[in-house]
């Protein structure tokens, strides 16, 4: 069994920050659980362009409102707290807070910490051991 608090990854290498989000890591690879949890916290004001081309997202809003574009369709959704989405189809998306957001996002395949979004916004399909393996 494996119980973590926030607290505890705060400010860790499980703590990514960039000027438009912060993810703090809680389950990945190395737990070999087939998924990977993380918290995402958005800043109003932001756009934010994603496409996870090789892996699967769910992400929970639990804080915050905002706007969900899909690229592909134009399509928007009105994001606030308990509202879910699914890129089951790995959709190139833009997130657009209008207040702090906070997420809890599950991933599949899991990530390993490591990744970095390219200029696209994937995450490239890393292994546990730090070596790339799959890049869109």
């Known amino acids: 069994m494996i119980v973590r608090t926030l607290d505890e990854i705060t400010d860790t290498e499980a703590d990514i920050k960039t000027p438009n989000w912060r993810s703090k890591r809680i389950v990945l690879a190395k737990e070999k659980v087939g998924f990977s949890l993380h918290e ?70 899991p990530v390993t910490g490591k990744e970095v979004h390219d200029e696209n916004g994937v995450y490239p399909l890393v292994v546990e051991d730090g070596e790339e393996e799959v890049s869109a």
């Open 40 to 109: 995402t916290t958005l800043y109003p004001g932001t756009v934010n362009d994603f496409w996870y081309a090789n892996h699967i997202e769910a992400v929970l809003i639990v804080e915050g409102e905002g706007e969900l574009t899909d690229k592909e369709t134009g399509e928007t959704y009105q994001l606030r707290p308990g509202s879910m989405y699914l890129l089951n189809e790995h959709e190139k998306h833009q997130v657009r807070p209008t207040t702090q957001m906070r997420a809890v996002c599950v991933f599949n395949p």
